[in-house]
């Protein structure tokens, strides 16, 4: 079965940094994409960055220039390198892994990791 372990969350103060993790294993076909949802209390889980086997990121408005999103294909691992961190940052946060279908797609998500910011 795919699993998605994800790991680095945690509680920091504003303008602190943290790296998220998630590593990607059970799967045979080629992986289109990994990234990142977060979903905060009482709010829509949205889409964070998310980055193609290729290496083109997208990221939400938000965030672009704070966090930074990396891959490592052979290690199936995706990073989230957040700086700047404020509180409406804090949430949920969910990797998400696409791969390749025949000849749709398939997405999973890992269980999630708690990112909190005090102010």
């Known amino acids: 079965q795919v699993q998605l372990v994800e790991s680095g969350g945690g509680l920091v103060q504003s303008g602190g940094s943290l790296r998220l993790s998630c590593a990607a294993s059970g799967f045979m076909f080629s992986i289109s994409s990994m990234g990142w949802y977060r979903q905060a209390p009482g709010k829509r889980r949205e889409l964070v960055a998310t980055?193609?086997?290729?290496?083109?990121?997208n990221y939400l408005d938000s965030v672009k220039g704070r966090f930074t999103i990396s891959r490592d294909n052979g290690k199936k691992t995706v990073y989230l390198q957040m700086n700047s961190l404020k509180p409406e940052d804090t949430a949920v946060y969910y990797c998400?892994?696409?791969?390749?279908?025949?000849?749709?797609?398939?997405?999973?998500w890992g269980q999630g990791t708690q990112v909190t910011v005090s102010s």
């Open positions: 980055i193609t086997s290729g290496g083109s990121p």
């Open positions: 998400n892994l696409v791969l390749a279908g025949r000849p749709s797609t398939s997405d999973y």
